[in-house]
């Protein structure tokens, strides 16, 4: 079974750090691109960074782009953001998600087939 | 930026009627859409890719079809447990764009 849990969410303070982590199981971590998509209280969802299997590609929604940084460590089936300079506006439940697909040649990612739970984000003095 | 349009906002249905969503892109998309499915308090939940595949575990009451710019979601016959918020996706531009969502209510 596909199981995505994250971590790391909190109350921070504007211009503070976090660090989320997101540990995948029932699958082989490493053939798949990975997402962070979040969804700020009441609204719709916003896909915030994905990055390919290898980590060799990586994408940032231009409101966080230069502020959060995607990783991933294929050894321990993990992907993280970390998020530096932190709004008011980056409030929201946070939620990885695995691709739909297997990775491949030429392939961009792009749809979350599993998604984890959600690590909510408040920030806010 | 590819802008995806939904329609309606909100759809008032009873159980056993059938639902239809739309999703229109600013631009064309090829098949490059998703339809996720969502209740308060959840994830998303993937029901199409690439605008017809069915995800895992997903019943047949649920298609999806359309291509270039104008895509549709029916639900057949709808269930108690399909009242919920519907969004569609794009994959085929970064950044990675949802439409703002319908929202399908019991009449």
């Known amino acids: 079974e596909v199981q995505l849990v994250e971590s790391g969410g909190g109350l921070v303070q504007p211009g503070g750090s976090l660090r989320l982590s997101c540990t995948g199981s029932?699958?082989?971590?490493?053939?798949?691109?990975m997402h962070w998509v979040r969804q700020a209280p009441d609204q719709g969802l916003v896909w915030v960074s994905r990055?390919?299997?290898?980590?060799?590609?990586?994408s940032y929604a231009d409101s966080v782009k230069g502020r959060f940084t995607i990783s991933r460590d294929n050894a321990k089936n993990t992907v993280f953001l970390q998020m530096n300079s932190l709004r008011a506006d980056d409030t929201a439940v946070y939620f990885c998600?695995?691709?739909?697909?297997?990775?491949?040649?030429?392939?961009?990612?792009?749809?979350?087939?599993?998604w984890g739970q959600g690590t909510r984000v408040t920030v806010s003095s | 930026e590819i802008v995806l349009t939904q329609s309606p906002g909100t759809l008032s249905l009873s159980p056993g009627e059938r639902a239809t969503l739309s999703c229109r892109a600013s631009?064309?998309?090829?098949?490059?859409l998703a339809w996720y499915q969502q209740k308060p308090g959840q994830a998303p939940r993937l029901l199409f890719y690439d605008a017809s595949n069915r995800a895992s575990a997903i019943p047949a009451r649920f298609s999806g079809s359309g291509s270039g710019t104008d895509f549709t979601l029916t639900i057949s016959s709808l269930e108690p447990e399909d009242f919920a918020f519907y969004y569609c996706?794009?994959?085929?531009?970064?950044?990675?764009?949802f439409g703002g969502g319908t929202k399908v209510e019991i009449k």
């Open positions: 029932g699958f082989t971590f490493s053939n798949y691109w």
């Open positions: 998600a695995r691709d739909v697909r297997l990775d491949s040649r030429n392939y961009w990612g792009g749809s979350a087939g599993f």
């Open positions: 631009q064309s998309i090829g098949t490059y």
């Open positions: 996706q794009q994959r085929s531009n970064w950044p990675l764009t």
């Open positions: 990055i390919k299997s290898d980590g060799s590609i990586i």
